[in-house]
Nanobody
Framework: QVQLVESGGGLVQPGGSLRLSCVAS????????MSWYRQAPGKQRDFVAI???????NYADSVKGRFTISRDNAKNTVYLQMNSLKPEDTAVYYC?????????WGQGTQVTVSS
């Protein structure tokens, strides 16, 4: 069965950087679209970035130019490189795998941007 495990979150100062990782198992990873979402306390879960099986990417306007999504199919891993972090980036970040009509989610990793 599909399992997704996120890691790499933590506390960082404004302007700093973090790289999140999501390791997938139980599927043909290279065949599927991967994405990142985030959810701040008391708010909705919002789209952050997406990457297709062919490597095409897209981003939410709020992170465009600061975040980069990538994947390493040999490692069954998708990454989110986050630069120039702002306090408003503080959230739990979730990895998502789309397989047909089914969406699979990881448990999330906390990112806190604060001085």
């Amino acid at each position: 069965q599909v399992q997704l495990v996120e890691s790499g979150g933590g506390l960082v100062q404004p302007g700093g950087s973090l790289r999140l990782s999501c390791v997938a198992s139980g599927s043909t990873f290279s065949s599927y679209i991967m994405s990142w979402y985030r959810q701040a306390p008391g708010k909705q879960r919002d789209f952050v970035a997406i990457i297709t099986n062919r490597g095409t990417t897209n981003y939410a306007d709020s992170v465009k130019g600061r975040f980069t999504i990538s994947r390493d199919n040999a490692k069954n891993t998708v990454y989110l490189q986050m630069n120039s972090l702002k306090p408003e980036d503080t959230a739990v970040y979730y990895c998502k795998q789309q397989i047909g009509v089914r969406a699979y989610w990881g448990q999330g990793t906390q990112v806190t941007v604060s001085s």
